[in-house]
């Protein structure tokens, strides 16, 4: 989509104002909105405080990114991708356009859609594109009194649907006209938990509309009188919210898939057992942008999340659950995204490691089959997934392909953003406040 033509369809829709909107570091959406009058103009460049991408969750400011105090808190200069131009049906007359920020002259390397991008670019470069959607899953409650919208946990049960329906009918009629196809709608384990997935995509468009159906959960959700929340573990004892990463490769046409071959024992074709041994090789490093929070990484472990880097055919206790269904229906479920964290930084995780697979032909390891949790002589060889944010961390600095997929502004950026979480948690917890996650991440994420 051109400029002229978004200037055509503010026009012909009477659109008022448009949404110029980012992600930050947490994948929170942070926007300006602007009055179309004004959308030519603004859309050679909206300033924009860079320091956004050191802010936490709830906006604390965050010393040592790179990106506040280092450069004198200036504004970067946000540019617009006219393709992601939208209208938002539950916004009234208002749409959405996605930006990225620039500073002299380049684009900010530690934005997680920049180093999603980047890391498609690369995979391009090999001849290959991306195929993907995100598998979300989310609590949602009263927004005053916090209650989850049903008290059970027959999970799946239709009558669970019953009470939200208008909800979900809003959902499922409005999300598609803002680019996300809904496919399927269930209840959850958890009380008051949804499971809601979509069509997938390629390229950053998949990121993109996991970012937009995340935003557009939480802001159709305050308009019922709920709150959706995408946090990872927001009940110590019910089940958590995982984000699982489908995708599968195809040449850089978009037309032809390369996952499959019936000829291998796997199912598999060379290049997607590569990949997937990659995935599995980096599996420790890229587990802190799987489960970019404090919060997050406390499912790791947890039933059906997995704890180990393994794989398996149609295995739900494998971190990669692989799928064999002939030329377009074989892909990957990386098992080790949790809904809290940023969709585009579980995309680039994803596809960093996978390329390294892929240009180093790393061979994939023996297949977990046993369906339980107990595969113990596979797990005691492979690596196990780091499960708080300090060894997370180490393993992500320590692992040099990874660190050099995302660049030294990226890293300097996320570990800086990260032991902030940590110090803020172990503060919370000298001052014994038990509900100190559930208060920080709980209504943004």
Known sequence: MSLNQVLEEIEEKG????RFEQTDLNGVARSKLIPSRHFKDKAEGVNFYLGHIGLDVQAGAVSGTGFREEVGHCDAVMLPDFSTFKVLPWAEKTARILIEPTYKG?????????????????????????FSAHEHEFYVVDKDTKNPVHSDINVRATLRMVPIRN??????????????DIEQVETELGPGQLEITYRPAFGIRAADNAFTFKTGIKEIALLHGYQASFMSKPYPNESGSSAHFCHSLYLADEK??????????????????????????HAPAIEVLMASSVNCLKRVGAPFSPKNATWGIENRFAMLRVKINGDKGTYMENR????????????????????DGIINKYKLPAEVTNPGESHEEVTRTAAELPNN?????????????????????????????????????????????????????????
């Not at 659109?15 to 448009?18: D, F, K, P, R, S």
């Not at 995979?123 to 991306?130: F, I, V």
């Not at 032809?256 to 995935?279: C, K, M």
């Open 167 to 180: 909800f979900l009918k809003q959902i499922m009629e409005e999300m598609p006209i803002a680019g996300v």
């Open 336 to 355: 080790a995204g949790a809904a809290g964290a940023n969709c585009y930084l579980i995309l680039a995780a994803t596809v960093a490691a996978g390329i």
């Open 106 to 130: 380049e684009y900010v390397s530690a934005h997680p859609r920049v180093a999603a991008r980047r890391q498609l670019e690369r995979l391009k470069d090999l001849g290959y594109s991306l």
């Open 15 to 18: 659109i008022t104002a448009v």
């Open 256 to 281: 032809t898939p390369v996952f499959y071959d019936a000829s291998h024992p796997t199912g598999l074709s060379e290049v997607g057992e590569n990949w997937a041994a990659g995935i599995l090789a």
């Open 389 to 445: 944010m300090e060894s997370a961390l180490e393993a992500l600095l320590n692992d040099e392909v990874i660190r050099n997929a995302f660049g030294d502004d990226f890293i300097k950026c996320f570990s800086a953003m990260k032991m902030h979480e940590v110090n803020l948690a172990k503060r919370a917890k000298a001052r014994g406040q038990e509900n100190w996650e559930f208060d920080f991440y709980f209504e943004y994420l």
